[in-house]
């Protein structure tokens, strides 16, 4: 009987160590926090373009956006858009009922609308302007969705790399003498890259010879990252 009870002791104690263990301790450290930018210019353009078309007859009204479409693809192929950069992205047919003058008058159906638009990737920003202005001439008629970028993001995002953890270094450096400790070696670094319009691109309303100029303006590569280091002495 007493060697069962010590027994139980023996396990209650090792049981009891196990859950009552002290976590793994953490080297004092500091956190810091820093932003690099790199600006870049953009190169490449995407822009929805698309048709429009309502007719009270449905054949009529696929048949002008079909019509339309098929010219400003054309277009935008003969101005140098390669047709792997030309994807569909909306197509629809919808009736457009007419106005009920009270909720008990039946729907009439009174026209259709057909719509067709395609997502185009521009690979040269500096000539977007005129390459949107011929699909318009040739019959688009919407333009949307502008957007500018890089093709090619990697030597900005180095270079604001490489800023973000100079900066973190001074800052660090700057905590560590103002607290009194030395700065040690890195623990640990994570980052997030990203990309942000600088200043935001516009472009003119569509008017009836086309949308007219559109300014790429800028872009910066934006890298953050958050650098712990080791302080005080090992």
Excluded: H
């Excluded at 353009?45 to 002008?64: I, M, Q, Y």
């Excluded at 026209?111 to 040739?138: E, M």
Aim: aromatic content about 2%.
């Amino acid at each position: 009987m007493r060697r069962r009870g010590r027994a139980l002791l023996v396990g209650a104690v090792l049981l009891g160590g196990c859950v009552t263990a002290p976590p793994a301790t953490t080297p004092d450290g500091i956190s810091v926090r820093a932003t690099g930018r790199a600006a870049v210019q953009p190169d490449t353009v995407f822009v929805n373009v698309g048709v429009e078309a309502r007719d009270p007859a449905l054949a009529a009204a696929t048949a002008d956006a079909t019509r339309r479409m098929t010219a400003a693809l054309a277009r935008l192929k003969a101005l140098g858009v390669a047709e792997a950069d030309i994807v569909t992205v909306g197509y629809s047919v919808d009736p457009i009922p007419a106005q009920r003058r009270t909720e008990e008058e039946p729907t009439r159906i009174v026209a259709y609308r057909a719509s067709n638009v395609v997502r185009v990737r521009i690979r040269d920003a500096a000539a977007a302007g005129g390459i949107v202005d011929g699909a318009v001439a040739a019959g688009a008629n919407t333009v949307s969705a502008l957007q500018f970028t890089v093709s090619d993001p990697a030597g900005a995002e180095r270079e604001a790399r490489a800023q973000a953890v100079a900066l973190a270094a001074a800052k660090a450096r700057e905590l560590a003498a103002a607290a009194g400790v030395p700065l040690g070696e890195v623990l640990s670094i994570d980052e997030d890259a990203v990309q942000r319009p600088m200043p935001v691109a516009r472009a003119v309303m569509m008017g009836a010879a086309g949308p007219g100029p559109i300014e790429a303006g800028g872009l910066e590569i934006v890298v953050s990252v958050q650098v712990r280091y080791r302080v005080g002495a090992r």
